[in-house]
């Protein structure tokens, strides 16, 4: 597939076509690493690191608004203890 840069603002990007997205499991949306490797512009799907969020991050993503509530799970089964 040859495509071009292009100008978006203050920005340049590359327009990619679905089929090079869906080949590298990759979505609109998704985060993606790009690095560049002996010349070439390598982009990749971002690894998801478990533990490598930071709280500040984690608690943006609540909704304006959000009110937690309690939940009653039942009385305790085996060795649990409540």
């Known amino acids: 597939m040859v495509t071009k840069?292009?100008?978006?603002?203050?920005?340049?990007?590359l327009r990619l076509?679905?089929?090079?997205l869906e080949d590298?499991?990759?979505s609109v949306g998704d985060d993606v690493e790009v690095t560049t490797?002996?010349?070439?512009?390598v982009i990749a799907?971002?690894?998801?690191?478990?533990?490598k969020r930071n709280l500040e991050e984690l608690v943006s993503?609540?909704?304006?608004g959000y009110k937690g509530e309690e939940l009653d799970w039942g009385i305790p089964v085996?060795?649990?203890?409540?």
């Open 5 to 13: 840069i292009q100008k978006w603002g203050n920005s340049q990007g």
């Open 17 to 20: 076509a679905k089929h090079v």
């Open 24 to 26: 590298a499991h990759i």
């Open 37 to 41: 490797r002996d010349g070439m512009i």
């Open 45 to 51: 799907p971002a690894r998801r690191i478990r533990g």
């Open 61 to 64: 993503r609540i909704p304006k």
């Open 78 to 82: 085996g060795q649990e203890v409540w």
